[in-house]
């Protein structure tokens, strides 16, 4: 399992963050991502003002527009990090998938909800039979 992270250099946010079964669905997902320029597009506007105090100039913006209030702004590119990694063996992943495992295969809250309701002993010793099976076929890493 590889996850994706796709961090804006300038503003220090996570743009993205996905997981994939396969480094090719990570490749994939990549282009998919440049083709359609979702982390390439235009990610900041910016007044006159502040394009001055990042040292640059209405000549460096891509693209400008100005409000209904006549203010300029304008567009800069941003500038990505994208980090892959392999999560396979990562602590916090190995505890995800064991809860998913076990919530797929506990009694559902339904049968619970029944055998309390119907105060039948026996079905919630089963029911406490079956967790405690779940908990021992896919124990916490």
């Known amino acids: 399992m590889f996850e994706l992270i796709v961090k804006n250099k300038k503003e220090s946010q996570v743009t993205f963050r996905g997981r994939f079964p396969s480094i090719d669905k990570v490749h994939e997902q990549i282009r998919s991502a440049e083709e359609r320029k979702l982390w390439g597009r235009p990610a900041l506007k910016l007044t006159e003002e502040e394009l001055g105090k990042m040292g640059l100039t209405a000549k460096d913006a891509i693209s400008s527009e100005t409000s209904p209030l006549g203010t300029v702004a304008f567009s800069i590119p941003a500038e990505?990090?994208?980090?892959?990694?392999?999560?396979?063996?990562?602590p916090e992943f190995k505890l995800e998938q064991c809860h998913q495992?076990?919530?797929?295969?506990?009694?559902?809250?339904?049968?619970?909800?029944?055998?309390?309701?119907?105060?039948?002993?026996?079905?919630?010793?089963?029911?406490?039979?079956?967790?405690?099976?779940?908990?021992?076929?896919?124990?916490k890493p």
């Open 80 to 90: 990505y990090d994208i980090v892959i990694r392999d999560i396979t063996e990562d």
């Open 101 to 139: 495992k076990r919530r797929a295969e506990y009694p559902t809250l339904e049968e619970l909800v029944v055998a309390l309701f119907e105060q039948d002993q026996q079905a919630i010793m089963k029911l406490q039979e079956r967790r405690q099976a779940v908990k021992a076929k896919y124990p």
